[in-house]
Antibody, heavy 121, light 108 residues
Framework: EVQLVESGGGLVQPGGSLRLSCAAS????????MSWVRQAPGRGLEWVSL???????FYADSVKGRFTISIDNSKNTLYLQMSSLRVEDTALYFC???????????????WGQGTLVTVSS | ETVLTQSPATLSLSPGDTATLFCRAS??????LGWYQQKPGQAPRLLIY???NRAAGVPARFSGSGSGTDFTLTISSLEPEDFAVYYC??????????FGGGTKVEIK
């Protein structure tokens, strides 16, 4: 069974750092594109970052230069290193597999349950 | 950035009704539009991809249509478990990957 379990969220002060982890089971993370999507309290979904199997990375403008997505093959785990955190980064962060469902396109499936990041003084 | 506008924001219906949700893109996304369902306290779940393909395990009462800039998600004969928030998402023009603001389907 494919499963994604996030951890590492918590309360952090503005300007602080945090590293989120996403432990995958049922598949090899490095063989799939992987992504992070966040959801501020009571709000909609916002794409944060994506990492391709070839190592290329992509970021939303709102986090570019502050967040870094990476994979540890030995631990089959996806990470999101977050620094210079802002109040507006407060959200539930979901780890998502970017699954190849057609010959031409990938879609977010499945999703983890999320880990909550709160940025507040 | 491709902006996705969902309407209506809220849909109040009864079990057994048909729900029709709309998603309009600010520029063409061809068929690269997906729909996700999110229930309270849960992660989103992929329902529809490439505008009209149901994801694995999704009941046949869910159907998607459209291409270019205008898309529709139809839920025929609403079941109690279908009351949730639905988001559309495009994969044509990125980064950034973008989502719509969501439509809440609530019990009337």
């Amino acid at each position: 069974e494919v499963q994604l379990v996030e951890s590492g969220g918590g309360l952090v002060q503005p300007g602080g750092s945090l590293r989120l982890s996403c432990a995958a089971s049922g598949f090899i993370v490095s063989n799939q594109h992987m992504s992070w999507v966040r959801q501020a309290p009571g709000r909609g979904l916002e794409w944060v970052s994506l990492i391709y199997v070839d190592g290329r990375t992509f970021y939303a403008d709102s986090v570019k230069g502050r967040f870094t997505i990476s994979i540890d093959n030995s631990k089959n785990t996806l990470y999101l290193q977050m620094s210079s955190l802002r109040v507006e980064d407060t959200a539930l962060y979901f780890c998502v597999r970017d699954s190849r469902l057609t010959a031409t396109e990938n879609w977010f499936d499945p999703w983890g349950q999320g880990t909550l990041v709160t940025v507040s003084s | 950035e491709t902006v996705l506008t969902q309407s209506p924001a809220t849909l109040s219906l009864s079990p057994g009704d048909t729900a029709t949700l709309f998603c309009r893109a600010s520029q063409s996304v061809d068929i690269y539009l997906g729909w996700y369902q999110q229930k309270p306290g849960q992660a989103p779940r992929l329902l529809i991809y490439d505008a009209s393909n149901r994801a694995a395990g999704v009941p046949a009462r869910f159907s998607g249509s459209g291409s270019g800039t205008d898309f529709t998600l139809t839920i025929s004969s609403l079941e109690p478990e279908d009351f949730a928030v639905y988001y559309c998402q495009q994969r044509k023009n990125w980064p950034p990957l973008t989502f719509g603001g969501g439509t809440k389907v609530e019990i009337k």
